[in-house]
């Protein structure tokens, strides 16, 4: 499995646990990533029965890399797949070269949060970054 997600470089991870964004930070700070764009929770809209916008960080790593976290469950807006049971959500995105890189952040990732990635369906390139569209 491993082989196939390092082949797409593009994952993403469901976690059953909501760490601090601070603790995601400490670890990804380890590697050499820094916080690119962060944005705090939004429940400003419950009055419309909307669902909180949880809070997410962005970060850029070596070799071109990106981890984005969403800190807390991630809504479900496509009727034909239904996301797993979860409290938060990690991707994982590799601009780069660096397989080894890509292993790392992984695996490190994994240890810290207990996640379980799986390849994307949608290519990182066809969704915009967020400070390429505010």
């Known amino acids: 499995m491993l082989q196939y997600l390092l082949a797409h470089q593009d994952v993403s991870a469901f976690c059953q646990t909501c760490p601090r964004p601070q603790d995601v930070t400490s670890v990804l700070e380890s590697l050499g990533f820094h916080v690119s764009f962060q944005m705090q929770a939004d429940n400003q809209h419950a009055y419309m029965q909307l669902k909180p916008l949880p809070a997410q960080v962005h970060y850029e790593g070596p070799c071109g890399m990106n981890v984005v976290y969403l800190a ?63």
């Open 72 to 134: 807390g469950e991630d809504i479900d807006i496509d009727d034909e797949y239904a996301f797993p049971k979860h409290a938060s959500r990690f991707w994982l995105y590799c601009a780069g070269e660096s397989e080894q890189t890509f292993k790392q952040t992984m695996n490190v990732l994994t240890g810290a949060f207990s996640l379980s990635w799986k390849p994307l369906t949608i290519p990182a390139t066809t969704v915009p970054h967020l400070k390429d569209v505010a």
